[in-house]
């Protein structure tokens, strides 16, 4: 046998070995046990894409970094100042003999977080953010960079809006602060640190909705500040944070996160985000008119204490307490009284000063509301025209 008939029937035997040999055949032919392998791995690459990651894709592109800057007036002790030699020096003023304080100007720069919510450029963020600022920048996380315009604030619900320029801007979906559940995935998305961290990529963290309807009051950032009715997460937020969107897992916004409580200035698991619907007539009101509209009757109330219950002879502790009038405002024209007890206004029950605040953000000023007093352990049905809040 020639050499040429060896080499072929050498590479016919190598070649029906190699076609019979585990996994040498066609793909359609990979072991079961190789092919669940494979579909393991997909499947566990898929299961990393969870709701929070959907989330997190969703909205990024629209929460930008808000660098603003404040100039203040700072007073300082002028070290050349002598009062033995003022008289002498009183003629060589620019050299500060004359005076014991010097005044100078400093910029405060400060940086913290927002969200563009919709697509022509209009960015939601806290008051506190931009109180006071002289100069407002925006960075999105693609690196753009615009010059903001200030549209308007609101000191009470500590809401802002600002306008960038331009079109088809990514933005981030409102979604119901009403129909938020307790126990609820919550994460807060912002730029916390972002001094250190130095990037315009905002940072995820996860949580809950730990409670609703909570009252806190906060001091600082231009006065005592009394914040009702916020949505309470354990989803850490940080300085920086402020501003920046509180979203669910479906990617809307349902709050805008506002204040911590803490002991150390870094997140314990206590923050604090304004619901997301009371800040959408924050924003129409900022927009269209520039100011915010709030209702008023002319009273002012306070919690009917068991103490005070038992002092004036009530049969329980229900409802807030008349505890002064304007004699010019509309209550007083329908014979509303100090000592009179508001039990509900428009149907919904108010025991307390906050829930009354609350009820009445949702009055325009002009509309009429409905209310049942009790005076005198008996219930008055009636109903009160509103005026928009004098001024200051």
Not at 255 to 280: D, K, Q, Y
Request: net charge negative; aromatic share 8%; hydrophobic share 40%.
């Amino acid at each position: 046998m020639g050499t040429k008939s060896r080499t072929c029937i050498f590479l016919t035997t190598v070649c029906l070995t190699l076609s019979a040999a585990p996994g040498c055949g066609r793909a359609d032919d990979v072991p079961e046990s190789l092919r669940s392998v494979a579909e393991m791995d997909a499947e566990l690459d898929a299961s990393r894409r969870t709701a929070i990651v959907t989330a997190a894709e969703k909205c990024g592109p629209a929460v930008v970094t808000i660098n603003s800057v404040q100039t203040v007036k700072r007073r300082v002790y002028n070290p050349f100042y002598s009062p033995m030699w003022e008289d002498f020096f009183r003629d060589f003023a620019p050299f500060g003999f004359e005076e014991p304080y010097r005044e100078y100007e400093q910029e405060i720069p400060s940086m913290a977080s927002g969200f563009i919510f919709d697509e022509e450029g209009y960015i939601l963020t806290a008051e506190h953010v931009v109180h006071g600022a002289d100069t407002i920048e925006v960075i999105l996380p693609d690196g753009r960079t615009f010059d903001a315009e200030f549209i308007g604030s609101d000191y009470s619900t500590d809401v802002a809006v600002l306008k960038i320029d331009g079109d088809d801007f990514p933005y981030v979906e409102l979604g119901d602060s009403d129909d938020v559940y307790i126990g609820e995935w919550a994460i807060a998305v912002g730029n916390p640190f972002g001094y250190v961290v130095a990037s315009p990529e905002p940072t995820v963290s996860v949580g809950v909705v730990s409670a609703k309807g909570r009252t806190m009051k906060s001091e600082g950032y231009g006065g005592i500040r009394v914040y009702d009715d916020l949505i309470q997460t354990d989803a850490s937020i940080n300085p920086g944070n402020s501003g920046g969107p509180l979203v669910n897992a479906l990617g809307q916004a349902i709050g805008i996160n506002v204040t911590i409580i803490t002991t150390s200035g870094g997140s314990l698991g206590i923050g604090f985000a304004v619901p997301i619907n009371r800040a959408r007539e924050v924003a129409r009101d900022l927009i269209e008119r520039g100011e915010v509209e709030r209702a008023w009757i002319g009273v002012y109330v306070q919690e009917v204490t068991p103490e005070l219950a038992e002092a004036f002879g009530f049969a329980d502790d229900r409802g807030v307490l008349i505890s002064d009038i304007d004699e010019g405002g509309p209550a007083y024209q329908v014979n509303l009284r100090r000592g009179d007890v508001i039990m509900d206004v428009d149907g919904t029950d108010v025991d307390t000063p906050a829930e009354w605040r609350q009820v009445m953000e949702g009055v325009r000023p002009g509309e009429s509301i409905s209310l049942t007093v009790r005076r005198m352990g008996t219930l008055i049905d009636g109903r009160v025209p509103t005026e928009e809040v004098p001024g200051p």
